[in-house]
């Protein structure tokens, strides 16, 4: 059973920047794709970004094109959230999650998941 660990949410003022990672217990990613996707209380689960882990191409929804970056570094088997001028409409559990091919936004396409870590601005 895969399980991926993320970590880096915390609490921020709008504006501020934070980076959020995501690595695979035992060290080494095994996906196809890595994405990353937010929930806030009461409402539904939001694509954020994914990215092919072999090549590194990534793929954004809206909301976060021109503001998050996602990246991975394959030798530690590590993906990144970077995520710029935070907004308190970005406050959200956020999760990463492991596709065995090209999901993208689509969350059914992914097969394991991450606890999330909880990422709150204040304005």
């Known amino acids: 059973q895969v399980q991926l660990i993320e970590s880096g949410g915390r609490s921020v003022q709008a504006g501020d920047s934070l980076s959020l990672s995501c690595v695979e217990s035992g060290g080494t990613f095994s996906g196809y794709g890595m994405g990353w996707f937010r929930q806030a209380p009461g409402k539904e689960r939001e694509f954020v970004a994914a990215i092919m882990w072999d090549n590194g191409n990534p793929l954004y929804s809206i909301t976060a094109q021109g503001r998050f970056t996602i990246s991975r570094d394959k030798t530690k088997g590590t993906g990144y959230l970077q995520m710029n001028n935070l907004q308190p409409e970005d406050t959200a559990k956020y999760f990463c999650?492991?596709?065995?091919?090209?999901?993208?936004?689509?969350?059914?396409?992914?097969?394991?998941w991450g606890q999330g870590t909880q990422v709150t601005v204040s304005s």
């Open positions: 999650a492991s596709s065995p091919v090209w999901s993208g936004g689509y969350w059914r396409g992914y097969e394991s």
